[in-house]
């Protein structure tokens, strides 16, 4: 080996501190960017894998009537199976109905199936045991309290299961994990229903004995290929076979829609991934620039001996270099583990909510690639750029003296502007002052470190805070009712108003208003309309005006992206596809109702001809209520369910229910983004830490002097600690501004679809501050620490020996 | 001269280093006098310990074994803040690489020395003196990197005299110079001595420090060998 290879270890080794500190950089930067944005790829797979153990139907083919269960197997010969592209078929009942669990009515699917020997569909239990008696049933998980949302049911719960004018009652013996209802969509309403759609199992015997039914109603399908080509051409054979009156309705397991719900959530997780990825390996970028530069400068003396026995200065080059790079891979290849542990746990917690059956770390390989190659090339160059002052050392220069001549400036103005000022009249208090500003380059980099690592901090809080923040405000500000009821047929205001103050107390304030959808071209775009003089909506107008008349309406931001259009613009929609409206947009309305144009019903039965046609011309399709405010949880429940009975709504959503069935389905969210903070902090407080302790490392030789002159231990400390403090404080205020920055296009980024305000809370600059004061106390710390823990004539010998 | 009591005793002075599993003997039972206002240099080969001695006598370590009296004072019973009060004060040294303050001026490099004893008046005015009086008159407002070696060299050395130390130690002081800045500095050391006293301990193998010597130990294996007094 060649020796000045050989020295690239010995120099890692002498400075095990600058050498952890790299390696730490690179590792953390891997991990937090990789760690998120291998979550995608991940949470697809899992699903994946899920389907695939549990053998997820491709078909499902939902009869009018019933038929004998042997006819099913009956139905296609081998061959006929084979032309169809049909691999497998079973039969199945399946049926709506409603259970009533501790007096609330959830929807229910009765699913009648053979435990033992189901080929399709298969059922996963997560705890309980199958059913042995005739009253046990198994129950989806995502009712039970193994999963975060809904009922939150446990094993041995009663349920009554409400079913053809008949009610039995049934106890839970299990959950169960089924890959079809991972996501759990309401078939009727594709809503999602996480937890509140109660779907149960029972054995097919025992199901038909209940409630009188014989044979099965329902054919699971498995194709041969998994596409909808494929589904569509089984569909047709079986079709015809059954004969279409046969048939009540098509289920086709919709890949596609799965994968888009679920890519539409991970693909936020994934931005975060690449943001804070890339933001975290730019800061390990400027720690290894920093700290590679600190130690040409450490070793301008060797510099100048390579150069003085005869090095190429490209020779020089390289070996510092190389010796960055060598740290920066042995970070790498530990990022590459702590990524998959951090996939493993994001997961986890991530697709909790879900309940998959299979959960696997899995890097797209592409990512993997990209990724790695780009720290690498990020280490290299700015291994290369900290190392390109070693050609401007010239080995007269260097060898002459230990002192750089590279920069020199005159005293500082703060220097000036302090000194009056006792504390800052001796010559100690200079020297921190000085090195710092008379320094620029080695002290920018320094507190840019600082900085960088600062902004990673505060976006990813922000983030955490400005989604909490926008959802209260939502419900705050804008959406000021506290449960809204959409009905399933346009009723008169002033009936709905009459029978609730006649009916029910409780109730404050009533306001009736539209919610339909309307057509632009060919895409369907709900619609919300208010009273014009409506107390209980208020609009957040981001952009444009608040104004709702005749000739203008607001409209969400995220659909006025979609539709490319700004205040001032007009569009033209229709209610019936056939006359069409053309209005103004006032204003772009940034709320949780992103998707939605917004109009007041005033303006509607001004402008829409035809307006009897879709019954709102005296009519309203929704209304929205407050409670009263000593209202009991008891009394809201009962409220619901006279108006359950009352209105047979399609939908009754409590808003304190929904915002916080928001914010526990975006609790898989949240807690990304708190790790994302933690990791954050863990980068402020390492960077800032290292950053700081190499660059008063870098000056040893100097304290080594004020000891060797009898300077008090105070004295150094306080040394140390000024100039700690200065670069935090610099750094600090370099942050500020780029945090600004970088605020709004990271939201944008992340969430392309969502609008977030983008506010940073003051609470968290001050948190900021402190963790960089406690850096300063820990870097002062511990290069006191070193100082006096070493002993003076050791240091002075070892000095020489250098 | 020998008539009076002499300032700095050192009887059976001991000093051994742990080196990985054994163990260096540096000072091996030195013994001897030093009288006040004495130019004094220490010889020996490389290893012999000449530098452990002056760490020893300058309060940067402390024997193992073995006493050191200062002015009837034991300071080898002090303290690491004992012996950094008795740097601060009573101490001048000079090391063989420099070992200024690169942020701070000349005048200041040499002021900061009187700031640690807390002599704080006139420092500037003072410091400036004691430039000029090793020939850097003109230059107290470089920075360290702004002066040649032997430039930075006496500075060091008007940082070590400013203070007026009763004992200044010099470990190789003009080891890294050219031999004509080498004899210029030997001069100024000598003159120094005269013109302020001052108690020397050099360590030097500098013909131009050595022949102004009045007494001369040479070291060897830790132990004192010889003692030449060219005062007699
Ligand atoms: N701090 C220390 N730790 C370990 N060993 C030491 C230490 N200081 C000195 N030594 C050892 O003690 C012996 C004497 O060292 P010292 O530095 O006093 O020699 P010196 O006479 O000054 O030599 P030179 O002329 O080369 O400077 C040497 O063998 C040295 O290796
Ligand atoms: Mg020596």
Redesign the pocket.
């Known amino acids: 080996m060649k020796i000045l290879t050989m020295k690239i270890f010995r120099d890692i080794q002498f400075n095990k501190f600058r050498s952890i500190m790299i390696i730490l950089t690179v590792f953390l930067a891997l991990t937090l960017g990789l760690g998120l944005i291998n979550l995608k790829n991940s949470a697809m797979v899992s699903v994946e894998a899920t389907n695939k153990q549990l053998n997820n139907a491709d078909l499902r083919i939902r009869l009018s009537g019933y038929i004998p269960e042997n006819n099913v197997s009956l139905l296609l010969s081998e061959s006929e199976k084979e032309a169809a592209g049909i691999t497998d078929l079973e039969g199945r009942i399946f049926e709506y109905s409603t259970v009533n669990y501790k007096d609330k009515i959830h929807k229910a699917y009765l699913i009648g199936i053979n435990f033992d020997n189901a080929r399709i569909n298969k059922l996963k239990l997560r705890v309980g045991d199958d059913p042995i008696s005739d009253d046990q049933v198994l129950v989806e998980q995502h009712f039970g309290n193994i999963l975060p949302l809904g009922a939150q049911a446990k094993l041995n719960d009663h349920l009554s299961i409400n079913f053809r004018n008949s009610i039995v009652n049934v106890r839970i013996a299990g959950f169960v994990a089924d890959s079809e209802y991972i996501f759990v969509v309401d078939e009727q309403t594709n809503a999602i229903t996480l937890g509140e759609l109660c779907i149960i199992y029972i054995p097919l015997e025992i199901l038909q004995q209940k409630f009188n039914l014989t044979g099965v109603n329902e054919i699971l399908v498995k194709t041969q290929e998994r596409s909808n080509a494929a589904n569509q051409k089984a569909d047709q054979a079986l079709s015809s076979l059954l004969g279409e009156n046969r048939i009540q309705n098509v289920i086709y397991w919709d890949e596609s829609m799965e994968r888009g719900w679920l890519e539409l959530r991970t693909d936020a997780m994934e931005n975060i991934g690449v943001v804070f990825g890339i933001f975290a390996l730019i800061v390990g970028s400027i720690a290894i620039y920093n700290s590679l530069s600190k130690l040409i400068i450490a070793q301008r003396t060797h510099i100048g001996l390579y150069g003085a026995l005869g090095a190429k200065n490209r020779a020089i080059l390289v070996h510092y270099t190389s010796s960055g790079l060598m740290l920066g891979i042995i970070g790498i290849i530990l990022g590459w583990i702590g990524a998959t542990l951090t996939t493993f746990v994001l997961i986890n917690v991530a697709v909790s909510v879900f309940g998959l059956v299979v959960i696997t770390v899995s890097s797209n390989p592409s990512n993997f690639v990209i990724i790695t190659l780009l720290a690498i090339f990020l280490i290299l160059i700015f291994s290369i750029l900290a190392t390109l002052p070693v050609l401007q050392i010239t080995p007269h220069e260097a060898l002459r003296a230990p002192y750089s001549t590279s920069e020199l400036g005159r005293e500082p103005f703060l220097e000036r502007l302090l000194s009056p000022f006792r504390i800052f009249k001796g010559l100690a208090s200079k020297i921190p002052l000085r090195s710092v500003f008379m320094n620029k380059r080695r002290s920018l980099s320094t507190a840019l470190v600082v900085s960088a690592s600062m902004v990673i901090l505060v976006i990813s809080a922000s983030l955490f805070f400005d989604y909490i923040y926008a959802l209260d405000q939502n419900y705050e500000l804008y959406e000021k009712y506290d449960a809204k009821v959409i009905l399933s047929t346009p009723t008169s205001e002033t009936e709905i108003k009459q029978w609730i103050h006649q009916t029910i107390t409780g109730i404050t304030e009533i306001e009736g208003f539209v919610y339909t959808s309307v057509w632009i071209g060919n895409q369907r775009v709900p619609l919300q309309a208010f009273h014009q003089n409506a107390s209980l909506r208020d609009y957040n107008v981001i952009a444009g005006e608040k104004l709702l008349s005749k000739y203008e309406i607001l409209i969400g931001n995220n659909l006025a992206n979609d539709l490319e259009v700004k205040p001032g613009d007009q569009i033209s929609f229709s209610f019936n596809l056939q006359s069409n409206l053309t209005v103004e947009v006032a204003g772009i309305t940034g709320e949780i109702a992103e998707n939605t144009i917004l109009w007041t019903i005033e303006a509607i039965q001004q402008s829409v001809s035809d307006i009897h046609h879709i019954g709102i011309k005296e009519n309203v399709t929704a209304f929205a209520f407050t409670f009263s405010e000593t209202i009991s949880n008891d009394d809201k429940n009962q409220i619901k369910q006279f108006i359950q009975e009352r209105f047979n709504p399609y939908v009754y959503l409590d808003s304190s229910e929904a915002k916080s069935t928001i914010l526990e389905f975006l609790n898989m969210f949240m807690q990304l983004l708190v790790l994302v903070a933690l990791l954050g902090l863990a980068t402020l407080v390492l960077f800032t830490f290292s950053s700081m302790s190499i660059a008063m490392m870098e000056r040893e030789m100097e304290f080594l002097a004020l000891r060797a002159m009898g300077a008090k231990h105070r004295t150094i400390l306080r040394i140390i600690f000024t100039e700690n403090l200065i670069y935090g404080f610099f750094g600090f205020f370099i942050g500020v501004p780029i945090s600004f920055a970088l605020l709004k296009p990271t939201y944008e980024f992340i969430f392309p679809e969502l609008y977030l305000p983008s506010v940073i809370p003051v609470e968290l600059w001050a948190f900021v501050a402190v963790i960089i004061c406690l850096c300063v106390f820990l870097a002062t710390t511990l290069i006191a620490w070193r100082t006096w823990r070493s002993s003076l004539?050791?240091m002075l010998?070892n000095r020489m020996a250098n | 001269m020998a008539l009076k009591e002499p300032m700095v005793v050192l009887s059976d002075v001991h000093r051994d280093?742990a080196?990985g599993d054994h163990i260096?003997h540096?000072l091996r039972g030195v013994s001897m006098e030093v009288y006040e206002g004495e130019f004094i240099v220490v010889l020996?080969p490389?290893?012999?310990?000449?530098?452990?001695?002056l760490n020893q006598i300058g309060g940067i370590d402390s024997p193992t074994k073995g006493t050191i009296k200062v002015k009837g004072e034991e300071i080898t019973e002090w303290g690491t803040g004992q012996l950094g009060d008795y740097r601060r004060n009573r101490v001048g040294w000079i090391f063989q690489f420099f070992n200024l303050i690169p942020s701070l001026r000349a005048w200041e490099n040499v002021a900061l020395a009187l700031e640690f004893k807390g002599d704080r008046e006139n420092i500037k005015s003072r410091a400036c003196d004691m430039l000029k009086a090793v020939g850097l008159g003109d230059k107290t407002d470089r920075f360290p990197s702004q002066l040649s070696g032997g430039e930075q060299q006496r500075v060091a050395i008007a940082r070590a005299l400013v203070k007026n130390p009763e004992i200044i130690v010099a470990d190789e002081p003009t080891g890294n110079l050219d031999f004509v800045t080498g004899e210029k500095i030997a001069d100024l050391m000598k003159d120094l001595n005269e013109q302020f006293g001052g108690t020397y301990l050099v360590?030097s193998h500098d013909i131009n420090i050595t022949e102004k010597a009045q007494r001369v130990f040479y070291?060897r294996d830790g132990q004192i060998e010889t003692v030449e007094d060219h005062s007699k």
């Open positions: 004539p050791d010998y | 280093f080196l260096v540096a020996g490389s290893g012999s310990g000449k530098t452990t001695l360590v070291l």
